[in-house]
């Protein structure tokens, strides 16, 4: 990758997600082999546990480093290509990795879906990144990367058949089963803590042109309201990560320069067996399994990994009625099994992709890396990538 003594750091290695995430790269890459990679977090006897327990031999390298000391971060990532974070809620422990990486020239990712975050981040740091090489890139698990990229996926099918993208895309989640980690819990409520504090932070919330700095398109499909769609088939409703995932899906067009033209619509829903009954709302798929809320380090257990999934669909519509349907699904529980695999090889993959084709800023998973990752994630993270028409 580069000439830094490591390929990838996994940084937040002692969390829930962070441990699957090292484990990943270590069932697929091993130690001292083609990757050069080490563990990090803040602890160095919590770091020996996660080695201990995901099996890696004594040579796995980790690295201390704490949020609260940017020495140590700036020391950690001039020794990395590209950090994989997991510490979060990022809106409280993720600012000074972000800045340190900016400006290092040390590529980064991340599993925010804290929107207003991103915003703040990408406001500091777009600059320093740009001058450095950094590329920053949010969002790299199952928000937003499965909808970022398969919204990508079907609008190449589209220009591919039509000559032309699509001017709308419907996403739509067929079926999901899975958990929620205490770390996930706590970044909603530091969402939740923040726009209570700042009325304007719900205002950028709720606006999917909240991560186009100085471009507002066109008004987009109410994605709350249920209603039988018939482009796809079923009825549809509000899901729980539309706010997250629509604003990725416009940042990337924004960042290709608007391929997808300015007057781009996208929703996201999810497909109810009927008409709603009863009040709405609901986890739509997600639950916090027998032990009831989890805190900070526990997350749902191996079977509820194992035996989760997801199944989504994305309806790129050319305004003469002919569509393109293209599925994504995972073999996982979307939020950590599936997860941690994503966001491991979105971060060697972002190592992997040369500056050239993507210089250094603020990027979205499909505006970095989006064919690169149609390919990389079905033969290493348990992805498909299909047509169905
Ligand atoms: N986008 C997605 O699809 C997706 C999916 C899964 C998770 N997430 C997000 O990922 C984040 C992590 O979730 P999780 O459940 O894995 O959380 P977690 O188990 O609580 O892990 C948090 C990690 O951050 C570390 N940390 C906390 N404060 C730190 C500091 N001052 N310096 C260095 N490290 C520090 C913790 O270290 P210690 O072990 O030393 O405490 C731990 O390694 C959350 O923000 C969650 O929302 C997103």
Redesign the pocket.
Known sequence: MSDREFDVIV??????????VAAHVLRTHGVGRDLAWAI????SA?LDEVAAEIGAPQSLPWII?????PASLDAMVRRASVVIT?????Q???SPLVAACAAAGTDYV?????SNWIAVMIAAHEASAKASGARIVF???????PFDVGVFFAQEEARRRFGRYAARVRGRVRGLKGG?????????M?TQAAAQQDPSIGVLLADPFALTPGFKGAPQPDGETPYEDNVTGAWVGPFM?AG?NTKAVHRTNFLLGHPWGERFQYDEMQVLAGPPSGAPGGMGGFNFGAGGL??????PTREERETGFYDLLFIAEEGDGRTVRAAVRGDMD???GS??K??GEAGICLGDTPRETTPGGCWTPASAMGAPLVRRLPAKAGLTFTLEN
């Open positions: 940084w937040g290695a002692t969390g829930y997600t962070g441990r699957l990090g977090g803040r602890s919590k480093a704490d949020a609260a000391d997991t510490v979060g809620p990022y409280l422990y993720g991340d599993l925010t879906g804290e969002s790299c698990g199952f928000d937003s990367i929620l980690s205490g770390g996930t819990l706590a970044s909603g530091a990560m997250i989890p805190k900070p380090g526990e997350g979307p939020g950590y997860t941690a994503i966001l």
